[in-house]
């Protein structure tokens, strides 16, 4: 059987979603955007967001990407700086 690796950039901790994403969002493009953002994709973030997340990974501080799933449904992936701890958001709006 063949198995799959891929490096990461740091660490997402224990990964938590809310109620809400976990009713609402494709939980396979789910696991699909975190592994994603463990190698530094950021998915939509702003340019604004993708630089201070990449100055977080250097310096210490919380990172944040912006993703959708098959519904294009808009969801955050939250991981605090301590790297302990990783968020899925699912946008209210959406």
Do not use: K, Y
């Amino acid at each position: 059987m063949e198995t799959t690796t891929f490096s990461t950039r740091f660490s997402l901790g224990q990964i938590l979603v809310t109620p809400q994403a976990e009713q609402r969002l494709e939980s396979g493009e789910v696991r699909a955007a975190l592994r994603r953002r463990a190698r530094g994709d950021w998915g939509e973030a702003t340019p604004q967001q993708v630089t201070e997340n990449e100055r977080c990974l250097r310096e210490g501080g919380s990172v944040v990407s912006v993703f959708r799933d098959g519904g294009q449904r808009r969801f955050c992936v939250l991981t605090n700086g301590q790297r302990s701890a990783t968020l899925v958001v699912q946008w209210a709006d959406e």
